[in-house]
């Protein structure tokens, strides 16, 4: 009995969400912010089926056919999801301790969907995530970009797919005393954590002129080596590096070994990028950037300036922020655009650095990180300027689904914090046999 | 001829005198008028089109415009918004650095589980980085001292944000006595206290120890007993960070029992207890309004400033303890946070400045702009509390120690 009840309960959600996701739905008379075009008073954005239908102005007078659901949010301001471009969410674990360089590790391998901190980053707006390994290698494994949905029940359910049907991923490189260990074949200099990465990519190199020369013939290809077919992937162009580095003379390096190996590259954290914002802009590399509340915590640290986003925005460099999270709060993430301005960014520079930049970085600019025709319906409604310290996240989108509602209690909780705000999340469904709930961590 | 060559060494040093001989002229003799388009001066509504007086290091009148006129021979400052200089309830900057090298990492001692003995002035780096980082971002005072990571990790005093050296920059040598029931404060592999019931135990023990220590005619002194007895005797509270309900239970459990004053610190989950610490009539300082949610601090609420003001509890705000990055967070920027969970701008203004000033100890003399007290002031172009905004200016002791706009 109860399992029919289940599969009745199951049924009509299905059937609620897929009407739901269908039903062409339109947010109306909002500040919309689109990041590409002009901030549009008294906006709407018509969304169906999890995408973006259209974007328009003059909500007022809008006449809307009888199968729209109209959503009236006037006095709100709805905006891009915002992507966070270097995040360490959902209790992420990446290389251990063996050995420097270990690009076969996939972060895929050790999220756990169900974390509090994905929701946290929800209540905060985030709705793209690159999701990175730690920093203490040269090479501390893939990185993976996941959509923050709603009710993961595993990590497929938060994967990103290419147009080849790839899940979607970088991989996260270090330079700096974070990997200088000086022992277990660990670099001890900075000079030599160089040569190592030299002599790997040269490595990568050869196994992919073996398979290249082998020209289809299975019986010359080199051995299979998931180290190595990760940097050919590299070598190629799919898969971007995310380069932890801080001082201005690492920056250079990692710049250096980019025009010798060609890779794509996006530079995070760039702690020092004020003083060779020129040389970033002129290299054509991204970079991402945050926001700390005061300088140092480590030695690399002490020169990091509010001010590297107005001097990589004045130089010409594509810049956008992140939240290291734990480094800084998921929920808060909108501080960072908020002490870019402080710090001499342009506004629109600075909301763009929390979306569009960012989905650039990710490969993901003609999917997410503006309010397009076309593009995926994620956005948040805002309760006021999203520049401002008293502004809220009321709603958070992804897919067109609601997978935050601060008047919801449960979401409430993790938006504010308080008791069991810290627990994972619980399976919604509650007619199912055995016991379902998320425990604590 | 040779001695006549100015090189840019000499230069330098001529400009360093010439700055100290400046900065003293100010500090002694100083009048300046700092007129604000809002005045918040923590001690009634604020004032529009404000003007406040400091000469002599103290503010000597604060009014509107038209009723307070500006002598000649003052210099005058102009600022959108005017605040008490800010107050940071508690910290550890100055023991703590911003390297978060060995060297600058005198917050703890490690030795001994309870070292009351441990004076804050005998570490306290005056000219640490982070201290004038947070100078100019408005932050006058601030309490500081060992860190909440020992079940007795030693002294805390109280500083401005000024001077070359300890001296210079001390306004209590000796204010409280940094005390943690929780996890940070637990001994490592087998060593004492490994418990939270331990950390409790210990704790009273001591507190016996001191009620009976100089009791005997004749007796040999003992620095640790000496500084627990100021706790016996009431002279100064015991500052006892604790953040889950049990622990903060435990706190006041000990207080009532040996009749000592104590300041509540940390307290994410004050939020549940706000019955009880409103009985106690111990104050609070609570934990940085961002700080990361984990471990004791798991069930740290946002709301809790809002929560404990609205039950009448005092309650000031602290940038608290960093283990890494951030080293130091600024309490301009938690205050701030407060307003979108449930406070009122004013009384998050409060937190971390005369309501941060009673919760020290140092009401009469800092956390407002009144006649007669220091003129501690801070600056702002707007919203203090906005992203956008920023702090122009901040004076201690009526001198402008600084004009980074930030």
Redo the contacts between chains.
């Keep these: 009995m109860k399992k029919y009840c289940c599969s009745f309960f199951v049924l009509l959600l299905f059937v609620f969400s897929a009407f739901g996701q269908s039903m062409r739905t339109v947010y109306s008379g909002a500040e919309v912010i689109p990041i590409v075009g002009s901030p549009i008073n008294d906006g709407w954005v018509l969304v169906q089926n999890g995408k973006i239908i259209d974007v328009g102005g003059d909500a007022s007078n809008k006449v809307w056919t009888a199968d729209t659901r109209i959503i009236d949010v006037k006095g709100k301001v709805i905006m891009p999801g915002l992507v966070d471009s270097h995040s360490h969410i959902g209790e992420v674990s990446g290389a251990d301790s063996s050995g420097p360089i270990q690009p076969e590790i996939r972060t895929l391998d050790s999220i756990n969907p169900r974390a509090a901190s994905i929701q946290r980053a929800q209540a905060g707006g985030i709705t793209t995530a690159n999701i990175m390994p730690g920093s203490g290698h040269l090479d501390s494994g893939q990185t993976l970009y996941i959509k923050l949905r709603d009710d993961a029940n595993t990590i497929d359910d938060l994967l990103i797919f290419d147009k080849d049907n790839n899940y979607m991923g970088g991989i996260k490189f270090a330079n700096g005393t974070n990997s200088l260990r000086g022992s277990g074949g660990f670099p001890g200099t900075r000079a030599k954590s160089a040569a190592l990465v030299r002599e790997k990519f040269i490595k990568a190199q050869e196994y992919k002129a073996k398979i290249e020369n082998a020209k289809g013939d299975a019986s010359k290809m080199p051995a299979r080596d998931l180290a190595m077919e990760t940097l050919v992937e590299v070598l190629d162009g799919k898969r971007v590096i995310h380069h932890h580095t801080h001082r201005h003379d690492d920056i250079l390096t990692v710049l250096r070994l980019k025009k010798e190996f060609g890779f794509r590259l996006v530079l995070q954290h760039v702690s020092e990028a004020w003083k060779v914002a020129d040389e970033i802009a002129a290299a054509k590399v991204p970079a991402s950037i945050i926001m700390i509340d005061s300088p140092g915590g480590k030695l690399e640290t002490t020169d990091i300036k509010w001010e590297n986003g107005s001097a990589l925005e004045k130089a010409g460099a594509l810049v956008g922020f992140h939240t290291d999270d734990y480094i800084t709060d998921s929920r808060l993430f909108l501080r960072s655009a908020g002490f870019g301005v402080r710090s001499g960014m342009s506004r629109n520079k600075a909301l763009y650095g929390m979306t569009m930049a960012n989905a650039i970085m990710l490969d993901m600019q003609d999917r997410v990180g503006s309010l397009e025709k076309g593009k995926d319906a994620d956005f948040i409604i805002l309760s006021g300027d999203p520049l401002s310290v008293y502004t809220t996240v009321e709603q958070t989108f992804v897919d067109g689904k609601k997978v935050f509602d601060r008047a919801d209690p449960k979401d409430y909780l993790v938006a504010v914090g308080g008791y069991g705000a810290g627990n994972d999340r619980l399976i919604h469904i509650d007619c199912f046999d055995g016991d379902i709930a998320g425990g604590n961590h | 001829m040779k001695n006549l060559i100015i090189n840019s060494k000499n230069l330098s040093f001529i400009f360093a005198v010439l700055l100290t001989a400046n900065c003293l002229l100010v500090t002694v003799s100083a009048q300046v008028a700092i007129k604000g388009e809002t005045v918040y001066t923590m001690a009634g509504k604020p004032i529009k089109n404000g003007v406040v007086l400091t000469a002599g290091g103290k503010i000597t009148n604060v009014g509107p415009a038209s009723t307070v006129s500006i002598p000649s021979g003052f210099k005058v400052i102009e600022a959108k918004v005017v605040t008490p200089g800010l107050i940071d309830a508690h910290t550890v900057i100055g023991l703590a ?5 060995p060297h600058d990492q005198m917050q703890v001692e490690r030795s001994s589980p309870m070292q009351p003995d441990l004076r804050a002035i005998d570490a306290y780096n005056a000219r640490e ?2 201290i004038s ?2 100078r100019s971002l408005g932050v006058t005072t601030i309490h500081t001292g060992h860190a909440p990571l020992a079940l007795i990790s030693g002294q805390t005093m109280i500083a401005k944000t000024v001077g070359d050296s300890v001296d210079e920059a001390t306004l209590v040598p000796t204010a409280m006595i940094a005390t943690t029931i929780g996890n940070a404060a637990r001994g490592a592999g087998s060593k004492a206290p490994g418990t939270t019931a331990k950390q409790a135990a210990m704790l009273r023990q001591m507190l016996i120890k001191a009620q009976n220590y100089g009791k005997k005619k004749e007796f040999s002194r003992d620095l640790k007993l000496e500084m627990m007895k100021k706790i016996i005797d009431r002279e100064i509270p015991l500052l006892v960070t604790a953040h889950r309900s049990r622990d903060i239970m435990t706190a006041i459990r000990i207080a009532k029992e040996f009749n000592i004053k104590i300041v509540l610190d940390g307290v994410s ?1 004050a ?2 207890l706000t019955k009880e610490i409103k009985e106690s009539g111990f104050p609070v300082i609570l934990h940085a309004t ?1 700080m ?3 471990g004791d601090s ?6 809790s400033a809002a929560k404990l003001k609205r039950a009448g509890i005092p309650v000031a705000i602290q940038s608290g303890y ?1 283990g ?7 309490v301009l ?1 938690e205050a ?2 407060t ?3 449930g406070m009122s701008f004013e009384d998050a203004l409060a937190t971390i400045t005369i309501d941060a000033a009673k919760v020290i100890g140092l009401d009469k003399r800092i956390g407002s702009i009144e006649v007669g007290k220091d003129a501690d002031i801070a600056m702002y172009d707007g919203d203090p ?6 702090c122009t200016g901040t004076m201690i002791n009526g001198m402008v120690v600084s004009t980074v706009v930030r």
């Design positions: 650095g911003y390297l978060n090298q980085e982070l980082w947070v989950d939020h549940l961002m990361r949610a984990g798991e069930s740290a609420s946002m709301e960093e890494y990055v951030p080293k130091t967070r600024v920027f701030a946070v307003v979108a969970y509390f906005e992203y956008s905004t920023h």
